[in-house]
């Protein structure tokens, strides 16, 4: 953990989720609540800080380094009760951008840089905004392009993933906790990489938190 906090920022710029500073405030905000440390709640909240500061500005889209990756996070924390705040608030850009993204025209399947992190994100605003009791975050054309796309090419995303998209477009909540663990590779230490894929904050939510 040590290693981890002081070269959190040492890429300030590389705020994503897998390689980046959302992974690393993952880790260290689930291992302050986990420990009872204030102090690495304090890291975490520079560490986030310095990620929303920069949301603005990101243009970049994937789910590994970009801004699904990001807004994933945030969720995460949110609705694990890690963080406080207003999603809608604080993810609302990010929406809009990624509802710009024609979904038709996007050949990349994969969750680093393709439909299936799209649609983790997607999901993940979904479920916070039903479980807060406020309308869904996206237009209803966007889910229908969405749905339809989930029926024409299942293979593309998870098991039961169109059930709980049908459910959520009638106001009907099919729970799915997001989980950290789902995304992390297996880590062989030593390694000078940081990030949840392959990286010092991947092997802590491994080997140091419980249910990540």
């Known amino acids: 953990m040590t290693t981890l906090i002081l070269h959190s920022n040492d890429n300030p710029n590389a705020i994503g989720l897998l ?59 949110i609705q694990r009760g890690i963080m406080d705040g207003n999603t809608n608030e604080l993810l609302g850009e990010i929406d809009n951008r990624i509802m710009q993204l024609n979904l038709r025209y996007i050949d990349d399947v994969s969750l680093n840089t393709g439909i299936l992190g799209i649609w983790h994100y997607v999901w993940a605003r979904i479920q916070g905004n039903l479980l807060n009791g ?38 009907v909540l099919v729970k799915d906790e997001l989980r950290v663990s789902e995304f992390i590779r297996e880590i062989t230490l030593p390694t000078t990489k940081l990030g949840l894929s392959g990286g010092i904050a991947g092997y802590i939510m491994q080997n140091y938190i419980s249910n990540p």
């Open 19 to 77: 390689t980046g500073q959302t992974g690393i405030v993952l880790t260290i905000a689930n291992y302050a609540r986990q420990y009872d440390s204030p102090m690495l709640e304090d890291v975490a909240d520079f560490l986030m800080s310095n990620v929303t500061d920069k949301i603005s500005k990101f243009t970049e889209c994937g789910f590994s380094t970009g801004l699904c990756g990001i807004g994933w996070g945030i969720e995460y924390l």
């Open 134 to 171: 406020n309308t869904l975050p996206f237009t209803d054309s966007y889910l229908v392009e969405l749905r339809e796309l989930m029926e024409e090419c299942p293979m593309n995303f998870p098991e039961g993933a169109e059930h709980r998209l049908i459910n959520a477009l009638n106001g």
